[in-house]
């Protein structure tokens, strides 16, 4: 079956298959929703653009608010996602990844680093083996 796939996808085949091993075993369980979800909010809180429910709420991309509203709650619960204040406006709630959620995707980024320079020693030895 991947006699035919290219380099490429092959290298996010072992990617795919080294972050399962990484990952905690909660994160492993979450949905692709939950997933868009927590991977929205994180990149949101590392581009310092903090996101508030009514913000996420007009991100239609997530569904009805009653269906966004549970996939925070779950994320919560799970330990991925908590909220803060800031001293000036006591009014929002701002959503943040966890350490656990960052303690993932470390471990993902990780998999992926090593995937791609594995792809990369690999390209090297073919255009070696061109070269020669």
């Not at 996101?51 to 007009?58: W, Y």
């Not at 943040?96 to 471990?107: G, H, L, M, S």
């Amino acid at each position: 079956m991947a006699s035919y796939a290219s380099p490429y996808a092959l290298t996010y085949f072992r990617f795919l298959k080294k972050s399962q091993k990484f990952m905690d075993s909660d994160y492993a369980i979450l949905n692709p929703k939950q997933r868009a979800l927590l991977d929205f909010i994180a990149l949101a809180w590392f581009e310092d653009s903090l996101m508030t429910v009514s913000q996420l709420m007009a991100q239609k991309s997530f569904g009805s608010p009653s269906a966004l509203y549970m996939r925070l709650t779950s994320l919560q619960e799970l330990g991925f996602l908590q909220t803060i204040l800031f001293e000036n406006d006591f009014r929002a709630k701002y959503y943040v990844p966890t350490q656990k959620a960052i303690e993932n995707f470390a471990a993902l980024g990780e998999a992926l680093g090593c995937e791609l320079q594995m792809h990369e020693l690999n390209q090297l030895c073919s255009d070696a083996l061109i070269d020669s």
